[in-house]
């Protein structure tokens, strides 16, 4: 196993979970540490980098990972998760609850105010589903390009305070954990409707496209239902504007 | 195939609202088609509904019905979840297949997203793309055929 500075302490103490983690793999560098799981993950393995190369966001968009200021890990499950988006940005916003209130904003990013802080990308390649997470925690927001200094945030920049990224880490994973095994006991709906709960979109008037509408629930997907003149509307994703105000 | 079940198969497609009934085996196939107006029906029977912003409805010109038409009776690789469709792995890029491109075994075809969750959808077996079913950026809904794939031994 590699081993790298700051998440040396993730391996000195085992973590107490039952899924996530059962392998830890931390690298200094690495092109994407989805991509590397697509190649060498096994179920449950987390990979964490100190710094990656080629980080990625939806659709071949690169996600901003400057070396040593932010949490870059994935990890991987076999088979289709259901239900991971949602796991994935509760577990962050829970782990952090203690500190901050994150917010979740559909599809699938978390924020504290209006900042992003934290992107989450999942790949399913031949029945491997890697879920990926990138927290930013130290940056200032001159650690940013200029194009994403109104939109990008960190822990640091935007909470305050000193934080520990392997300490973030662990109580992501296992909070990760007992979303996993809460999907696996008693399916998908439970994590769902508690991640409907916290987007805060049930009610709103939105446009998404050429549609116009109230939004009245959002599938065990995360598509959104939108109630529209010409009858529901199912919308999987994309950007949405709120037509009524905040 | 022997006479007697060619006959039969004749006997199905006349008694039958099909205009047309292809069977394959042991690498011989026979196409049997009938005058006739296109049956409309099929083609929509085939493609679960779709998008909202894609009605499947459109002006069912005779050449463009044949076409589905035939495309619906090949294998096709459809949506394992509802999402939205993207041919390539980034906007710009090409398309991962196109009508007319040979594909292998577990060949990524295209992207279907829901929530950031991106499902690459691969091959079951090795083809010829016969068809693209859905545009770029199309909503699809679980089940959907995206693709009609012709098999190759």
């Known amino acids: 196993m590699t081993k790298s500075a700051p998440y040396a302490e993730l391996l000195k103490v085992p973590l107490e979970t039952v899924f996530v983690g059962r392998e830890i793999v931390t690298l200094d560098v690495i092109d994407s540490t989805n991509t590397y799981a697509l190649k060498h993950g096994k179920e449950g393995m987390v990979i964490v980098a100190d710094r990656q190369t080629a980080g990625r966001g939806r659709l071949g968009r690169t996600w901003h990972s400057a070396p040593g200021l932010g949490l870059w890990f994935t990890v991987v499950f076999e088979g289709m998760w259901k239900g991971l988006s949602f796991a994935a940005a509760l577990a962050v916003r829970d782990a952090l609850a203690d500190r901050c209130e994150l917010r979740i904003k559909w599809p699938n990013d978390v924020l504290f105010g209006e900042k992003k802080l934290c992107g989450i990308l999942i790949e399913l390649r031949n029945d491997l589903t890697v879920l990926g997470i990138g927290l930013n925690v130290h940056h200032t927001p001159e650690d940013f390009p200029p194009e994403l200094r109104d939109k990008a945030g960190s822990l640091e920049s935007e909470v305050g305070g000193t934080w520990d990224r392997c300490k973030i880490l662990r109580d992501v994973l296992t909070h990760l954990d007992g979303k996993v095994m809460l999907i696996r006991k008693s399916g998908v709906e439970a994590v769902r409707a508690e991640w409907a709960a916290a987007c805060n979109l049930i009610g709103r008037r939105i446009r998404s496209g050429p549609h116009v509408g109230t939004v009245v629930d959002i599938d065990s997907h995360g598509a959104l239902l939108l109630d529209t003149s010409s009858g529901t509307q199912t919308i999987p994703t994309g950007e949405i504007t709120y037509l009524d105000g905040g | ?153």
């Open chain 2, 1 to 153: 195939m022997d006479f007697k079940e060619l006959q039969e198969l004749i006997r199905i497609l006349e008694e039958s609202s099909l205009t047309e009934i292809e069977v394959e085996e042991e690498g011989r196939r026979i196409r049997l088609q009938k005058p006739g107006p296109p049956a409309v029906l099929q083609p929509v029977a085939m493609v679960p509904v779709v998008a909202p912003s894609a009605p499947v409805v459109a002006d069912p010109s005779a050449a463009e019905t044949e076409e589905v038409d035939e495309a619906c009776s090949l294998p096709t690789i459809d949506a394992p979840m509802v999402g939205t469709f993207y041919a390539a792995s980034a906007p710009g890029e090409e398309p991962f297949v196109q009508a007319g491109d040979t594909v292998e075994e577990n060949q990524t075809v295209c992207i279907v997203e829901a929530m950031k969750l991106m499902n690459e959808i691969a091959t079951k077996f090795a083809g010829i793309i016969e068809k693209v079913l859905v545009e770029n950026g199309q909503p699809v809904e679980f089940g959907q055929p995206l693709f009609a794939i012709r098999a190759v031994e």
